[in-house]
């Protein structure tokens, strides 16, 4: 069966510090793999979007940034935090081909102060 | 502009009890439309997923349904538990060029199950 994983689970970073979030899944190949952040009161949001290795959509525009160095690693990185960074960042996945399913992560809750 | 509009925004309802959540969407052109329930602190978790030509889907006590026309979909909750207390998500995708889809998110109806 497949499996998503996140880490950590909980994260708080000083302002202008640098940020890397992870994400793996377990049982599958070639997935579609998708960054989301959640803030409070807020539906999700779709940040980055991967449909292979070294393969990147953004989809807003901000200083975050994501990459996919393995075909089942995705990282969710910046340089420099802000205070507007703060949420809660879900990680999910698709099949490549056949299915609409969607299946996301525990998520990470990050707060920046 | 695709949209997502949940009511009511939160709920709160009696154990055992019944209830009824609402999505209305304007989203096009439409592929599927999904409910999910995202316990607090948690990622969210797929409850049905229906296309264009399924207007009712059932998951256990949960009943989806979706009326294209209208552009609307319900979800029912029937015999309500504590553990139901979440917050429920309706997302409806949209085809986009190339074969994709995208996804437009609702900001949830926040349901409390109380004794």
């Known amino acids: 069966s497949q499996t998503i994983h996140q880490w950590p689970a909980t994260l708080v970073q000083p302002v202008g510090s640098p940020l890397s979030l992870e994400c793996t899944v377990e049982g599958t190949s070639n997935p579609n793999l998708y960054w989301y952040r959640q803030a409070a009161g807020r539906g999700l949001q779709l940040l980055f979007y991967s449909v292979g290795i070294g393969q990147i959509s953004s989809e807003v525009p901000q200083n975050l940034s994501a990459s996919r160095p393995q075909d089942r690693q995705f990282i969710l990185s910046s340089k420099k935090l802000l205070l507007s960074d703060s949420g809660f960042y879900l990680c999910?996945?698709?099949?490549?081909?056949?299915?609409?399913?969607?299946?996301f992560g525990p998520g990470t809750r990050l707060t920046v102060t | 502009k695709n949209q997502v509009e949940q009511s009511p925004q939160s709920l709160i309802i009696l154990e055992g009890k019944n209830c009824t959540l609402q999505c209305n969407y304007t989203v096009s052109p439409f592929s599927n439309l999904r409910w999910y329930k995202q316990d607090t602190g948690r990622g969210p978790v797929s409850l049905t997923i229906m296309t264009f030509s399924e207007n009712t889907k059932s998951n256990g006590r949960y009943t989806a349904t979706l009326d294209a026309d209208t552009k609307q979909s319900s979800l029912h909750i029937t015999a309500s538990q504590l553990s139901d207390s979440a917050s429920y998500i309706c997302v409806v995708s949209a085809e986009v060029t190339g074969g994709g889809n995208k996804l437009t998110f609702g900001t949830g109806t926040q349901l409390k199950v109380e004794l």
């Open positions: 999910a996945w698709r099949p490549g081909h056949g299915s609409y399913e969607q299946y």
